[in-house]
């Protein structure tokens, strides 16, 4: 759905128009689920990942209605602006790319992780140049902030941080660094349903009671034992999906991450259903981090082929 800025007693009609930028600096802003679907649809987005048109069932006098209030709180916080001597209004240059990132990037993110500090469920809409976070203010409220976090170099490091993961792991008798000592343990392959099962109930077992299970062949041994403490010594834990939009809509991957003892773990689950498999391999900060760099980058080359 597209809105148009202008402000007419007539507005039987709901148009696309265009918008003139302005200078002021705002990275961050909040917007109710009906003005935000309002801002993205002007500028052209119909594929807002994660909400659900507010209007569906709407008659257009009632979308009508809702512009109206839509327009009077979006002016009152500065995101839309009245142009001298017209009945037209534009958006400040940070909104209007705000909204362009959010709406219309082909590559997006839904994370979610929890550790003592925190608890966080969002979407990150990710271009090179610039990523948005986009969170709902708490599960009860209709209020979404939007924070324009810089370009892909700068803003993953900092998500990543904020995920509380490892800078190193603990040094070996040989005095490895945390790089060497996640490159030489092996990955854990295992059933999902069992990890699963033990995952919940933890606190029930013991280090070599979870190895034991873990070790479902004899070179994954060490690697067995590492899981087993990280999922005992848990400090964080989250999930992600990664959408990329394509001709025949969002395609999706996803992956999950368990951080304990003194490893990170990036975790790949079958997705079939006649499929029971789950791979756990020990990855560090910095991998982690190209690895989301990498992600956007590389999937950009690839449709240009």
């Known amino acids: ?104 990037a082909e590559h997006a993110c839904w994370v979610r992780y929890s550790h003592d500090m925190e608890n966080f469920e969002g979407y990150v809409h990710v271009t090179q140049e610039q990523v948005v976070e986009r969170i709902r203010l708490s599960a009860s409220s209709e209020d979404i902030r939007l924070s324009m976090l810089g370009d892909t170099h700068r803003a993953w490091p900092a998500i990543v941080e904020r995920m509380n993961w490892l800078d190193t792991a603990i040094e070996t008798e040989a005095e490895e660094s945390s790089v060497e000592t996640a490159h030489s343990l092996p990955s854990v392959m295992l059933s999902k349903k069992l990890f699963h099962t033990f995952y919940e109930q933890v606190d029930n077992f013991t280090i070599d009671q979870l190895a034991d299970v873990m070790n479902m062949a004899p070179e994954q041994e060490e690697g067995a034992r590492a899981f087993a403490t990280s999922m005992k010594q848990r400090t964080s834990e989250g999930e992600m999906m990664l959408f990329v939009w394509t001709e025949r809509g969002w395609d999706v991957q996803g992956f999950a991450f368990l951080i304990g003892g003194s490893y990170n773990w990036l975790i790949r689950r079958s997705s079939r259903q006649n499929e029971d498999w789950l791979t756990a391999t020990p990855t560090t900060k910095s991998q982690f981090i190209e690895m989301l760099i990498a992600w956007e980058r590389h999937s950009i080359s690839r449709e240009g082929r």
């Open 1 to 104: 759905m597209t809105m148009d800025l202008t402000d007419t007693t007539d507005t039987t009609q709901l148009a696309s128009t265009s918008v003139t930028a302005d200078t002021t600096q705002l990275k961050r802003f909040i917007l109710s689920e009906k003005e935000l679907f309002f801002l993205t649809g002007i500028v052209g987005s119909e594929r807002l990942l994660g909400v659900d048109d507010p209007f569906r069932g709407y008659l257009t006098e009632e979308i009508e209605a809702e512009w109206d209030k839509a327009k009077a709180s979006l002016l009152e916080k500065g995101y839309i602006l009245p142009q001298p001597n017209s009945y037209e209004y534009t958006m400040p240059a940070p909104v209007y790319d705000c909204m362009t990132i959010t709406g219309l």
